[in-house]
């Protein structure tokens, strides 16, 4: 006889993650802390080469003031002072502008964009059809007999946004399990409920002008998807986000 | 002057040999000197678990790379996993000239220092070594490359130096 077939229909879900881009910014204490240290190490440090070269040619410079004894030094005579090269460094330091670290997208709140928050994790939210309800989730696809649930999370994903995404699929097991039964209208002897198994992607690229993205999407960050998903699946989902 | 009092033991005395004591001791397997350096064996790493696996971190900065190596081992430490190695590769110094061509031709130096430290590690479940990783790049601070790869020969090699004379004599003999 053939295999019992099991009442649970199983899903393949792929939880996209875009890496941070710059480091979060440091907590009061911290910032303390670093500013001693700092001081610490200036007050315990030795001069450098340059600054040894700085404090030499300064002295030569009163010794020429005070009294003449420019035939002396002038075998040594140095072309470029040190400190004409410390004023040059300064005005090319002064010429670097850094990129801006809250960038347009977060100004406008714009989730749609993966500029937005650099400093922490992005996640990919999908509107799906379940039933007949349009839900906010993480993408997900039914499991066809025959495939490995990795590949399953991995059509998922490139359903939603195009075979040319550069993700890094962490290894094959599963990050996390949700499970719920349908609701008694359409449980079935052979359908009790779902499985969904969640797997996990670094994102690679940044550049997602390829993707045609079919339905709504949105990045967003570990908090605000309480914003989005339900609470049961937001306690699972929640269980194997770090950060 | 008088004589001293002397305490030879002449060898005809009962008291002949009366201090010794380094036949008591313990033997001592004499030390060689300069042991060839020999390849530990590298495990392949079966179907669960991979073998030996190193973790290179690369950066100009050199505080930043070391504290971050002692942080990676100091995490695999805790989550009990084997720590072979952790060792440290030589530093590369590149010189940075700038050809300024306006007028006169000035060269700017600048001097960068490459430290790479490196961390070997055995018998890393695969259902755990994603979470590994993902602690380690969310942790990772700016300006560190990180790598990880399998362990090979040639990564052992690269840590020996080349001795020109051995080989030249090497060639002559053969």
Redesign the interface.
């Known amino acids: 006889s053939a295999a019992a077939r099991r009442p649970w229909r199983l899903f393949g879900a792929m939880c996209l993650m875009r890496?941070?881009r710059?480091?979060q910014p440091l907590e009061k204490e911290e910032e303390e802390v670093a500013a001693l240290m700092e001081q610490i190490e200036l007050e315990k440090s030795l001069y450098s080469d340059h600054e040894m070269r700085k404090l030499e040619e300064e002295e030569q410079l009163k010794r020429k003031m005070e009294s003449l004894y420019d035939e002396d030094e002038a075998r040594g005579k140095t072309v470029i002072m040190a400190q004409d090269l410390e004023e040059k460094w300064e005005q090319k330091f002064l010429r670097f502008k850094a990129a801006p670290r809250i960038t347009d997208a977060d100004k406008s709140n714009d989730r749609t964009s993966l500029n937005r928050k650099l400093d922490s994790?992005l996640m990919l939210l999908v509107k799906q059809k379940i039933g007949n309800q349009e839900l906010w989730l993480l993408p997900q696809v039914e499991w066809q007999p025959g495939e490995t649930l990795r590949s399953t999370a991995e059509r998922a994903m490139a359903i939603f946004l195009g075979d040319h995404i550069q993700a890094k699929v962490?290894?094959?097991?599963p990050y996390g399990i949700y499970k719920y039964k349908f609701p008694r209208a359409i449980r079935t002897e052979n359908n009790v409920g779902a499985k969904v198994f969640f797997f996990?992607a670094?994102l690679q690229s940044s550049d997602l002008s390829q993707a045609d993205l079919k339905a709504d999407y949105l990045w967003v960050t570990k908090k605000e998807l309480g914003d989005y998903l339900k609470s049961e699946y937001l306690k699972k989902v929640n269980r194997f986000l770090?950060? | 002057g008088a004589l001293l009092g002397c305490h030879r033991s002449y060898r005809s005395r009962p008291t002949h040999g009366i201090g010794r004591f380094k036949y008591l001791l313990p033997k001592e397997v004499p030390k060689k000197r300069k042991e060839k350096v020999q390849m530990k064996e590298i495990s392949a790493g079966t179907e669960y678990q991979y073998g030996d696996l190193n973790i290179q971190m690369t950066s100009y900065d050199l505080c930043l790379v070391e504290h971050f190596a002692q942080y990676v081992h100091r995490l695999c430490n805790r989550l009990s996993i084997r720590v072979n190695d952790s060792y440290a590769m030589p530093t590369k110094t590149n010189e940075v000239l700038f050809l300024e061509e306006r007028g006169s031709k000035m060269q700017l130096d600048a001097v960068l220092t490459t430290h790479q430290r490196v961390i070997q590690i055995r018998g890393l479940s695969s259902t755990f070594a994603p979470i590994l990783l993902e602690i380690i790049q969310s942790n990772q601070p700016e300006g560190v490359h990180l790598l990880m790869k399998q362990h090979t020969e040639a990564d052992f090699k690269s840590r020996l130096k080349a001795r020109p004379e051995l080989e030249e004599l090497l060639a002559e003999m053969s």
């Open positions: 890496l941070p710059i480091t994790n962490l290894g094959n097991a996990k670094f770090l950060d």
